[in-house]
């Protein structure tokens, strides 16, 4: 097996200590595997891509020695391919366009799914539009027993989830005609051959969706590890919108110490003074953590 990993940022803004903490978990598992290591830029969120961010990213990913085998791809230079997924799907008859509005959807699981949280989408336009305008394209999950997709995450262990009950038919195209993440991410793996993906567990939830559409579009299913993800005082997820700050470009090793130390590997980040040797013993750690021997290319 040839190993390719990646590291799939959205430019939402400059990369915080969360996000760090996914780019060195996929770099030191690309490393330890002496894979490739590549870095996709996730821009086809229209409304929260930031003009300017994505080259932010990549410049502090360059000053804390995090360097990519692969020029950066760009998601936003990847529209046709999607629109082939998408009539590729269509022509199985596995999508259908859907014409409820955010509100109709929640209207309706107010009536029907009252007795769970989970807001699966009810299938209303399974069988047609109802008289309404298409907005969206959904992907039609699977009832009954095949709903359940069962997959070993390399550090979480073993996960399932019923797409039917706790997901229902997914959105790959969206009202505002933006491609949705589910789609972009399984085409964009497939295409890049990506054996090993290795990111944030706030993902985890979408990992059963991204299985379920790479068969439908019969393309491999790569080995998933899902990393805790980084919370702030209150509990939640560290993210730009609730104060993570931008990483120091100028202080990459003690940044890069305290990520080693949330993923719990054993290593004497003090000792270090450049990154190479840093990024050494930090692979030498993964692997030690991961139960592997580190491999060279
Ligand atoms: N772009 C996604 C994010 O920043 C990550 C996608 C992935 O790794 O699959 O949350």
Redesign the pocket.
Known sequence: MTYRGRF???PTGPLHFGSLVSALASWLDARAHGGTWLVRI?DIDGPRTVPGAAEEILTTLDHFGMHADEPPLWQSHRIARYQEALEQLKATGLIYPCGCTRKEIADSLLHTHARNTTLAYPGTCRNGLHGKPARAWRLRVPDGDTAVITFEDRWQGKQTQNLATEVGDFVLKRADDQWAYQLA?VVDDADANITH?V?GAD?MDSTARQIYLQRCLDVPTPAYLHVPVVTNDQGEKLSKQNGATALDNDKPLETLGAAARHLGLEMGVEEHTTLDSFHAAATAAWAKHMGMRVQRN
Do not use: D, K
């Open positions: 799939a940022p959205s996730e991410v993906i990111r993902l």
